[in-house]
């Protein structure tokens, strides 16, 4: 399974900014990290494909919130209200069967290239 991520960029304190994560093919669940410059990689979101479960990170509920099309493969990270401590490259990840470790790095066996996510103050 390959990942495509996309829709990174620069932009200003509370600004949105939508990620997405093709799958080239079907994945029993999806999750987005991220990794800030000196700082280890950070579980944000994932999500069952099945739809029947999601979980965002306390350090970002309320303002991200993580989808899936699963006709397309394909998981979104909606993030709203940006803040300057929330630029970092963004990672999905994709795991082909069952795991619990939908949290961890671990738990995933197929990583996209990472997208940039710049906010300015």
């Known amino acids: 399974v390959q990942l495509q991520a996309s829709g990174g960029g620069l932009v200003q304190a509370g600004d949105s900014l939508g990620l997405s994560c093709a799958a080239s093919?079907?994945?029993?669940?999806m999750g987005w990290f991220r990794q800030a410059p000196g700082k280890e990689r950070e579980f944000v979101a994932c999500i069952k494909m099945s739809g029947d479960y999601a979980y965002v990170a306390e350090s970002v509920k309320g303002r991200f919130t993580i989808s899936r099309e699963n006709a397309l493969n394909t998981a979104y990270l909606q993030m709203n209200n940006l803040k300057p401590e929330d630029t970092a490259v963004y990672y999905c990840a994709a795991s082909p069967g069952w795991t619990h470790m939908l949290t961890a790095p671990g738990g995933y066996g197929y990583w996209g290239q990472g997208t940039l996510v710049t906010v300015s103050s």
């Open positions: 093919g079907r994945t029993y669940a």
